[in-house]
Every structure is written in structure tokens, then in C-alpha cells.
């Protein structure tokens, strides 16, 4: 996996998600229908990584924002991050956009655009 600060990263379009309690709840879709069996739950740290990737980011930008938000440590929040996202790609939630998909930064799931953050 390319863990580069420069990585491209975004959510799967395979995943619906609803925010619960101050958590986000991401099911993954398989063959038109919920996978029950594969609900993630997401904390307060995976949930703002989760709602900034509505637009393709580059890992440092995610970084810089959980620093940011959390008042931690660039490296901790580096390191956080990355471990995060490995995580997120192995399991299918999080993606790598091919280059015409970084071009447009339309949110994901939406027909209308919106501004990023």
C-alpha cells in the first residue's frame, strides 16, 4: 500500500453510512443488498476522517486535520491516520480514485456539486 503523504484517498463507492450517536455506522453493499455481517463502526476520529473523504484528500490533509481537531501531535496524528486507512483499504471501505476520479472531486453518492471543506 502506498502510505505517501501524497496518496489520493477516498470512500469506497461500494458503502452506505449513517451517523449514530456521535459514531458513523458503514455498511457495506453487495449485490444490491446490505451486508449485515460487515457493519463498521467508526468513532469520533474515524468519523471525521470518514465525512472529509466525501472528497478525494491526500493522506496529509487527513493528518493535519486529526492533528488539528484533536490537538495531537503531528506524528502521533501521522501515524494514527495511516494505520486507520490500512485498515479502511484492506476491509474495502476506503480507495485509491483513479486519476479522471481526483479531477472531479464530486462527493460521493451525490449528483450536485458540492464545495470541499
Known sequence: ??????????????V???VVGGGTLIVPIRGKVGDLAS????NGTGSLIWKLLEFPRKLSQL?????????VDQDLARQDVRQFVREMKNVGLVEAPTRAATCEERPVGRDKHVSPL
Do not use: P, W
Open 1 to 14: 500500500m502506498d502510505s505517501s503523504e501524497d496518496q489520493i484517498l477516498i470512500r469506497s463507492r461500494t
Open 39 to 42: 457493519i463498521n463502526s467508526l
Open 63 to 71: 493528518v493535519a486535520a486529526v492533528a488539528n481537531e484533536f490537538d
Open 16 to 18: 452506505v453510512a449513517r
